[in-house]
């Protein structure tokens, strides 16, 4: 049996997996937790912590905002994709996630918490950075 058939045959819980994209989101955890590490979507939200530190090194005058930029819109992919695989009915999660293993998703309460949660954070991180980025753009950061 090799690896890969391993992997395939794991039940993926889709609570987990919604808290690790609320939670780790912008590493791109919950993207290696459902496809693996060949999952080139999971390792482009990895890259944003290394391109945030580089931008960070060849401009260390700019705006702390835009420093953090690459790591904020990864964070922000990840809220929202914390609510759509979080969202998804189980029967739809597990066609697509848990075909053979042959167990069925029930989620519960805990689910409801990390969405609730990811949709709290998520809008407010959202409405912060749309708000920085408009008074950075408008009035060259003349409120904070």
């Known amino acids: 049996m090799t690896t890969a058939t391993i992997l395939q045959q794991s039940h ?16 791109g955890a919950h993207r ?8 080139r979507w999971g390792w482009l939200h990895l890259a944003a912590l290394p391109a945030s530190l580089l931008l960070r090194q060849l401009f260390p005058d700019a705006d702390w905002f835009y ?4 790591l904020t819109l990864s964070a922000l992919g990840g809220f ?3 609510l759509v695989l979080g969202l998804m009915p189980d029967d739809k ?7 053979a ?3 069925a998703s029930d989620t519960g309460w805990p689910l409801a ?3 609730v949660a990811t949709l709290m954070l998520g809008a407010g991180v959202l409405i912060a950075t ?5 008074d950075l753009l408008y009035t060259g950061g003349a409120y904070g």
Request: glycine share 6%.
């Open 80 to 82: 929202l994709e914390a």
């Open 12 to 27: 993926k819980n889709k609570a987990f997996t919604s808290l690790l994209a609320f939670l780790l989101g912008c590493l």
């Open 67 to 70: 420093q953090i930029l690459p």
């Open 101 to 103: 293993s042959g167990r």
């Open 130 to 134: 749309m708000a920085r980025l408009f």
């Open 113 to 115: 918490v990390v969405l």
């Open 93 to 99: 999660w597990d066609a697509r996630y848990n075909a």
């Open 32 to 39: 290696f937790y459902l496809h693996g590490a060949k999952d």
